[in-house]
């Protein structure tokens, strides 16, 4: 009689022989693909995965109990120049229900020939990334193609050579915010005005100190600021750049679905809403580089004096005498004009506008309770 298991085939006694060469051999064609180690913040909440095993960074409070952590302390190995992009069908984000994106681009220029419904071959021409093809919650015009940008981070900790290697995906709203000034004077920045901070400060490496990434609590939605941290030492220095010299950044800051199940969502892929608040795009604005010294300002040419109505004027060319004095007082008034700009100008030169001071180099100092909490976790992985 029959076997009807479908499973009775992997009897070792009905294995041909071919197939145990190819097993013995160690050849395959069937390649699972790895998992992504990633830092995440779903629902403002930092977690973090480790070959597919995903725990909440918490810490104990003042009342003992667990809260979660809301300041990570990481050291910024690399990033990816370029924005990606996806798109999801749909125009909320279900945590119950995981998928890949059906279209998605690694530099925000040309789409992956790989998506399953690839929406256009060119970024720039797509009507899924054009403001309005969605709606958020509130009601406001959002793109329906979201953008993102990826870092690999490592935890700060004791000893960077243990610590794993992180991806971590931050949204559009994270990524570039040119117009808060009153965060940047706190030391708080959206990533991209971050980089321009750093390389003001003539910082060589993003890797050069740690970064602290912290919610804003203004917002509903998760939105990141960057702050410095503390210098790193030579050893750990020389940590991360071995980590960039290995290659191992380069799938880890792909965008990249292909290979993935349409009903599966990666580690370190979750679907924002960050749309609540659409920020200028960079493209669109100055970067900002260290304040230039302010030109000199010219006074300007004294304002020229109307003709008089033709009964006044005089005769043969010659100025009445009130023209003469009328002239004389518009002359006075502009002499007194460019001293009052001269002297405003040395008052900016010798009193510049307050700006935000540098941090100094500070020794390495202990770690604030939320790195701690993080250094604990990793630490218990260790030992698992």
């Not at 973090?48 to 003042?62: C, F, Y």
């Not at 991360?240 to 965008?255: M, N, P, Y």
Request: glycine residues 6%; aromatic residues 6%; hydrophobic residues 35%.
């Amino acid at each position: 009689m029959a076997n009807n298991n479908p499973m009775a085939i992997f009897d070792p006694a009905q294995t041909p022989a071919h197939v145990k060469a190819a097993q013995e051999a160690g050849t395959s064609n069937i390649v699972t693909r790895s998992q992504v180690n990633a830092l995440t913040f779903p629902g403002k909440v930092w977690s973090i995965t480790i070959d597919g095993s995903k725990k909440p960074l918490l810490r104990a409070g003042q009342d003992g109990e667990e809260e979660a952590v809301q300041v990570v302390d990481v050291v910024i190995v690399a990033y990816n120049e370029n924005r990606g992009r996806a798109y999801y069908p749909g125009s909320t984000y279900d945590p119950n229900s995981p998928k890949v994106p059906v279209c998605w681009s690694n530099d925000g220029v040309t789409s992956s020939p790989n998506g399953s419904e690839r929406q256009s071959e060119k970024c720039s021409t797509c009507p899924q990334a054009i403001k309005g093809s969605r709606q958020t919650d509130a009601g406001k015009p959002a793109a329906a193609c979201r953008v993102h940008r990826y870092l690999a981070v490592i935890p700060r900790s004791k000893d960077l050579s243990t610590s794993p290697l992180l991806r971590l995906q931050i949204p559009q709203t994270s990524d570039f915010d040119g117009l808060n000034k009153e965060a940047q004077a706190k030391g708080l920045f959206a990533f991209t005005n971050y980089l321009n901070f750093l390389k003001s400060r003539r910082v060589p490496f993003t890797y050069s100190l740690t970064t602290k990434i912290r919610f804003d609590n203004t917002k509903q939605y998760p939105k990141l600021w960057f702050s410095p941290g503390r210098w790193l030492n030579p050893d750990e220095d020389a940590v991360c750049a071995e980590i960039v010299a290995s290659g191992v950044l380069d799938d880890l800051l792909k965008t990249d679905f292909s290979g993935f199940a349409g009903t599966q969502r990666p580690p370190g892929i979750t679907e924002e809403d960050e749309a609540e608040d659409e920020t200028e795009d960079e493209d669109n604005v100055v970067i900002e580089q260290p304040a230039p010294k302010a030109a000199p300002r010219v006074a300007p040419a004294p304002a020229p004096v109307s003709k008089p109505p033709p009964a006044t004027a005089a005769k043969n060319g010659k100025q009445t005498a009130a023209q003469k004095k009328a002239e004389a007082a518009a002359a006075a008034a502009a002499a007194r004009k460019a001293v009052v700009l001269e002297d405003d100008e040395e008052k900016e030169e010798a009193e510049p506008a307050p700006k935000v001071a540098p941090k100094a180099a500070p020794a390495p100092a202990p770690a604030p309770v939320g790195s701690l909490a993080l250094d604990n976790i990793l630490k218990d992985w260790d030992d698992e």
